[in-house]
């Protein structure tokens, strides 16, 4: 896996958001459950496999092996 730049972060989460078309904003927080920790959705990193295929990625990656389908609503 190759890590992307992504110069339009807003954009590619827009794009790319696998659950329909209401992306969280890049300054939202949410918690990844693979890594246990607080993130800001901003801070996502792109990875790109061998097949072309793109996955938006924990920040705290490649330590931390979730993607954006990980990351669930910060309890309260
Ligand atoms: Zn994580």
């Known amino acids: 896996m190759k890590e992307i730049e992504i110069n339009d972060k807003q ?3 827009t794009e790319n958001y696998p659950f329909g078309n ?3 904003n890049l300054a939202d927080k949410r918690e990844c459950i ?25 920040p705290n990656a490649p330590d931390c092996d979730g993607t954006i389908i990980d990351w669930i609503t910060v309890k309260k």
């Open 22 to 24: 209401n992306p969280p």
């Open 34 to 58: 693979h890594c246990g920790k607080v993130i800001t959705v901003g801070d996502f990193k792109v990875f790109k496999d061998k097949y072309g295929d793109e996955y938006i990625s924990c």
């Open 11 to 13: 954009r590619y989460l």
